[in-house]
């Protein structure tokens, strides 16, 4: 059984930063993309950032400069770095992540997501 276990998040005051990370867990073959999305109260989920295998990096251009996104192949895990932090980056925030499992297909998995406040 695959799983994303994210940790960070919190309360910070604007200007501040904070530092995400998820953890792929289980019968891993590969993991292709991953990422972070997020959804504001009454708004749509949107991606925040993803990265390849080989490093091809894409960020939505509201946090271009300001957020970094990481990741460690060997241990399958993924961060997002988010300096210089706005009220509008208010959210809950979810690991995304396309994986093939020995015993299935590529499947795109989720984090439970994590808070992450901006105020103050």
């Known amino acids: 059984q695959v799983q994303l276990v994210e940790s960070g998040g919190g309360l910070v005051q604007p200007g501040g930063s904070l530092r995400l990370s998820c953890a792929a867990s289980?019968?891993?073959?590969?993991?292709?993309?991953m990422g972070w999305y997020r959804q504001a109260p009454g708004k749509q989920r949107e991606m925040v950032a993803y990265?390849?295998?080989?490093?091809?990096?894409n960020y939505r251009d509201s946090v271009k400069g300001r957020f970094t996104i990481s990741r460690d192949n060997a241990k399958n895990t993924v961060s997002l770095q988010m300096n210089s932090l706005k009220p509008e980056d208010t959210a809950v925030y979810y690991c995304?992540?396309?994986?093939?499992?020995?015993?299935?297909?590529?499947?795109?998995?989720w984090g439970q997501g994590t808070q992450v406040t901006v105020s103050s």
């Open positions: 289980g019968s891993i073959r590969s993991i292709n993309l």
């Open positions: 990265i390849t295998t080989a490093g091809t990096i």
């Open positions: 995304n992540a396309n994986i093939l499992a020995y015993y299935s297909s590529t499947t795109e998995y």
